[in-house]
C-alpha cells in the first residue's frame, strides 16, 4: 500500500450544475461545462495501512466537522470496497484558498481524495472511472479530474455520469479572477441547495432554456468567441441564481459587495475592457476575461474598496499524482 498524494485545481463551471435527478448517485439535471482553474487547488495525502485503528481525517488549518469527516469516510468506504481493502486510512488535506465562499473545495477535495485514495489502495481506475468515483463525493468534483475545459455528460446511470476534456488547458487564453468578499462559509451548502430546486416556479425554465446556453458555449469554445462565451456565461449564472432566489426558503448567496462587482464589471465592459461575471453558491465573484487584460482587471479591482483579495487563474490540468507527500 503506497502513501499518494494528488494535487486537483477547483474549477469553474460556464454552465452550472445545480439540481439532481438521482440524489445517492449526484446524477444532474444537465450537462455543465467548466474550466480548471490553476490558482485555487486543494493538495490530498492517503494512506492506508493495518497499523491505523481508524480513519484519521485532517484538514491543514481548518477545522473540519463531523458531518464532513463522514462524507470523507464514506468515500473511503466507496474506495475499500472497489478495492477490497479493510484497512484505515490517514488523510490529510490542504487548500490553498478559504472554503464555503464560492470557490468550490468540495470539487477539489473530492478530484484529489479520488484519486489519491483509489492509487494508495492499490486501484488503477481509468480517467473516466476517477471522474465517477469524485461524482459520487460530490458533483462537480467530476469536473476537476479531466484537464482543462471539461464537459460533464449528464449520463443516466452510474457509469454513464462523468466529465471528459473538450480542450488542453493551453487551446485559450482565458483567466478567471476569483474576487473574494467574504471569508465566511456560506449557511446553506450546495449539497442542500440542490434538494431545493424543486421548489423554484423557475426551475422547469431552467431546465427548457440550459440545452441553448450549453450549445452556446460549446459553439463559443470551438470559435473563440469570447463575447459569446461571456455573454452566455452571464446568462446562465443569472438563470442559476434566478433559480435559488426563488426557491423555498430562498437561497440568496449575494453580498452588497457581489452586487456592486457584477455592475462594475458590466460598466468597465460599456467602456472598452471586455470581462463578464460568473458565481457559484456563494457571493465571491468570478472574473473571466482574456489573458491580455488581467492586469488592466487588476487595476479596476484595486480602486474598490473592501476586497480580501483576488485570486488570478489560467486553464490548468485536471489531478495528478505529485511526489511531495503532506505527511
Ligand atoms: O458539487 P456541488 O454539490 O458542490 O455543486 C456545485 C454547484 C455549483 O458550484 C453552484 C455549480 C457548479 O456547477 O459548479
Redesign the pocket.
Known sequence: MEKTTVKSPANI?FI???GKKDKDLRLPLNN?I?MNLSGAFSLTTVEFSPDFKRDEIEMVGEEIGEKEKERIIEHLDRVRKMARVDFKARVKTKNNFPKGTGI?S??SGFSALSLAASRAAGLKLSLKEVSVLARLG????CRSVPDGFVEWEKGNSNSSSYAYSLYPPGYWNLADLVILVSAQAKKVG??EG?SMIKSSPFTQVRIDTVGQRLKKIKKALREKDFTLLGETIEAEALN?HAVMMTSQPPLFYWSPKTLELMLAIRAWREEGLEGYFTL??GPTVHLICQKKDVRKMKKELSSIKGLLGVIVNYPSLGARVVKDHLF
Open positions: 463551471a452550472k450544475y445545480w455543465s467548466s468550490a468540495s470539487a460530490s458533483g462537480s468534483a450546495s449539497t440542490h442559476m457559484d453558491a
